[in-house]
């Protein structure tokens, strides 16, 4: 039994589905991202574990007990928020205090623990501020502090970095994860950012309309999405309709060529159509050794994007959006200019209709 | 032009109450014939009426300043974290006693709690006490809903309600650690006016028959020529004291200065 259960969460408000039989275990110590776009139930989820809001059915069990009926001051959580949640009345130190000063933990240990989390979020100096003197990051890490000094079971994170400029969210995020590691606590993280979901998390759930649509590590939901929804979501997505030909050898038609992805890819029927998805990265720009499939393509955008050139060309009816790597000696092609993209059949995803 | 204008408006509105105010505390120094002195004033503080009854007044505002506290702190804060489509109807309510005379009031007061009633609380001077307080309170009620619904509307209610629950704290810790604390300074400001009111309320202390420094000042007035005034003066004083203290308040409270 994994350290924290969700099974069969629903939550319905009004008329309005808002969470579908979503079931999840977590283990001790993982750190698990829900991403999907805003409105799907991430943070719907994040509540019910947190005892903000009672499931409609479905059960709740962290260590074995099964807190679904408790409520959150009752269930040893710890929560970090969008908005700057620190009390404005309190310093650092005080506001860090605060979840031991309602334990009752003596002062003299509290004091240690308090020093011990500032040291660990680096703001040992800035204990004796108030939260209107810091910048927005330096107030999340001491909500994060506050969060952990009570040694909570679960750690839960709504959206923690959406509000700060992008350099202070790469690096807050990476600073999280490490403490996070450092400290072996069980982790939810709720994001709508896909790089920030697949950069830290060991797993990632993607929810679509109050559903998990797919579970599982970042390499793997990036690499085999299970639905057309996850592939679209997680990362670019070239998706190309085909004609299935003959399915026992693998054989499909795309912009009028013949594919061949091998025996037992495809478990369409002929005649059908099915979905062809490819990753930017999986497409080259002309012809490569290993890369059996060459279809026509007119270059219609460039974008020099440093290390990276990516690059918009057409495809029959599609568009498709591929990455090359900046070379000194190859500089991109014109635009308007007619070319090849090749492909290898291995780095095809067939998606359902 | 119009600059012009508006420093001539702003000039007969400050003639307009200062030219009183003026006549009057020169009117109070006027005692002695043909001399200014503080005669008036030394009379005034040399009466132990004056004692007796202001002593009494600032007992029963601070009493009075605590049941407003204990009851409109907690009912603004349900109210925007639980209820906010019922803040209309709460507004409404704590907007009652400035339209319901106070006179109704404490008739009402004296119908429902006379001796032969139920809870007889006129029947007795702390009876009475208790009730006149409580009177206080709803004659103090739309100042102190508005003063703490203003002060609630400067912070996230409810991300700080929820960050501190999951922090472990139940209700109580939360009203007294981080709401009160929050909205400290808005109280104040409600508890002087509150004070300011109870300090210069005549009917309810008047009808109930007890020694409110209000009747005191009418009671006065009424037999005295130099002395009101003066009495009038240190109302004044009084009041102006009590919002230099709100903004001293406001001065030494560190976070509160984010705020604005
Ligand atoms: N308290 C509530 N009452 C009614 N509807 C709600 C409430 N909270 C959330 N919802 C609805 O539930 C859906 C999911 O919301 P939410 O869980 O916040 O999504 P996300 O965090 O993924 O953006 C939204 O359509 C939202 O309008
Ligand atoms: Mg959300």
Redesign the pocket.
């Known amino acids: 039994m994994a350290f924290l259960e969700l099974t069969n969460l629903e939550?319905v408000?009004?008329t309005?589905r808002?969470?579908t039989d979503f079931t999840l275990g977590i283990e001790k110590g993982e750190f698990i991202s829900?991403l999907?776009?805003?409105?799907?139930?991430?943070?719907?989820?994040?509540?019910m574990v947190a005892g903000f809001?009672t499931p409609t059915s479905g059960t709740i069990r962290i260590d074995g007990q099964d807190v679904t009926a408790l409520r959150t001051n009752q269930r040893a959580i710890g929560m970090m928020f969008q908005a700057y949640a620190l009390f404005p009345n309190m310093t650092v130190a005080d506001n860090v205090a605060f979840g031991l000063k309602v334990k009752g933990v003596p002062k003299g240990e509290r004091d240690a623990r308090v020093a011990e989390m500032l040291r660990l979020i680096g703001l040992s100096d800035l204990g004796n501020r108030f939260p209107f003197q810091m910048s927005g990051g330096q107030q999340q890490r001491v909500a994060l502090a506050r969060a952990l000094a009570p040694r909570p079971r679960v750690l839960l994170l709504?959206?923690p970095l959406s509000a700060l400029d992008a350099k202070v969210r790469v690096s807050l995020r990476n600073e999280i994860r490490e403490i996070q590691r450092e400290l072996g606590i069980t982790t939810i993280f709720?994001t709508?950012d896909q790089e920030e979901a697949m950069s830290i998390s060991d797993r990632i759930v993607v929810?679509n309309g109050?559903i998990a649509e797919q579970a599982g590590a970042p390499f793997d939901i990036y690499n085999n999405p299970r639905t057309r929804f996850v592939a679209g979501f997680v990362g670019t997505l070239n998706m190309f309709t085909a004609t299935v030909e003959a399915p026992e050898q693998g054989l499909l038609k795309v912009a009028g060529q013949t594919v061949a992805l091998g025996t037992g890819a495809i478990s369409a029927r002929a005649g059908e159509t099915v979905t062809l998805a490819l990753r930017p990265e999986a497409i080259h720009l002309g012809r490569a050794e290993g890369r059996e499939v060459v279809l026509p393509a007119t270059i219609e955008e460039v974008h020099f994007l440093g290390s990276v050139i990516r690059v918009r060309a057409r495809v029959a009816d599609t568009v498709v959006a591929l990455d090359t790597f900046n070379r000194a000696d190859q500089p991109p092609p014109p635009i308007g200019s007619t070319g090849e993209i090749s492909f290898s059949a291995r780095d095809v995803i067939l998606l359902p209709q | 032009m119009t600059r012009v204008l508006a420093w001539l408006a702003l000039l007969l509105g400050v003639l307009y109450f200062l030219l009183p105010l003026a006549g009057m505390t020169e009117f109070s120094l006027k005692m002695r014939r043909g001399e200014y002195s503080f005669d008036a004033y030394r009379k005034v503080f040399e009466d132990p009426q004056f004692w007796a009854t202001f002593s009494y007044s600032l007992v029963l505002a601070a009493a009075t300043i605590l049941v407003g506290v204990l009851l409109v702190v907690p009912t603004a804060y349900w109210v925007r974290l639980k209820l906010p489509q019922a803040r209309p109807v709460i507004e409404f309510i704590t907007l009652l006693p400035l339209v319901i005379p106070a006179i109704v009031i404490v008739f009402g007061y004296i119908r429902l709690y006379n001796t032969s009633s139920l809870l007889p609380l006129t029947g007795s001077a702390l009876g009475t006490d208790i009730l006149l307080t409580m009177g206080y309170a709803t004659l103090a009620l739309p100042y102190m809903y508005r003063a703490v619904d203003t002060g609630l509307r400067t912070i996230d209610v409810a991300t700080l309600t929820e960050a501190a629950q999951s922090l472990g704290a139940g209700w109580f810790t939360i009203l007294a650690r981080i709401i009160l604390p929050n909205v400290l300074v808005a109280v104040l400001s409600g508890a002087f006016l509150t004070l300011a009111i109870v300090i210069g309320e005549f009917t309810m202390a008047a009808l109930l028959n007890r020694p409110a420094f209000g009747p005191y000042m009418q009671i006065l007035g009424a037999n005295r020529a130099y002395e009101p005034p003066a009495l009038a003066v240190i109302a004044f004083a009084i009041t102006w004291g009590c919002m230099g203290l709100i903004q001293l308040v406001t001065r030494f409270s560190k976070h509160e200065r984010a705020k604005v």
Do not use: A
């Open positions: 939550k408000f009004g309005n808002v969470v829900l999907g776009p805003s409105g799907c139930g991430k943070t719907t989820v994040l509540r809001e709504d959206e709720v709508h929810m109050g």
